[in-house]
Nanobody
């Protein structure tokens, strides 16, 4: 069983930056890819970004493309989400997730989820 723990969330003003981290532990860590999703109050969970673990191919939702950057540290089983030019509409709980197969945009492809880290962007 893989455990995922997110960190790095907080309160930031619009236009600011945050860097989220996701640390994996336990089990056999060998994902096809890792992803970030978010859920704003009253809204459904939505895809933010993903990265394939071996090739490092990256994917972004249109709403964050050009502002967010996903990266990984294969040696330390870490995933990062660098968020810049933050907007109030980025306010949400951000979740890290582990996928065993392709189709990284779809939440149902992910098998393990972290507990989330809250990001609040003030206007």
């Amino acid at each position: 069983q893989v455990q995922l723990v997110e960190s790095g969330g907080g309160l930031v003003q619009a236009g600011g930056s945050l860097r989220l981290s996701c640390a994996a532990s336990g089990g056999t860590f060998n994902p096809y890819g890792m992803g970030w999703f978010r859920q704003a109050p009253g809204k459904e969970r939505e895809f933010v970004s993903a990265i394939t673990w071996s090739g490092g191919n990256t994917y972004y939702s249109d709403s964050v493309k050009g502002r967010f950057t996903i990266s990984r540290d294969n040696a330390k089983n870490l995933v990062f989400l660098q968020m810049t030019s933050l907007k109030p509409e980025d306010t949400a709980v951000y979740y890290c997730a582990y996928a065993r197969m392709t189709g990284l945009i779809a939440a149902e492809r992910y098998h393990y989820w972290g507990q989330g880290t809250r990001v609040t962007v003030s206007s």
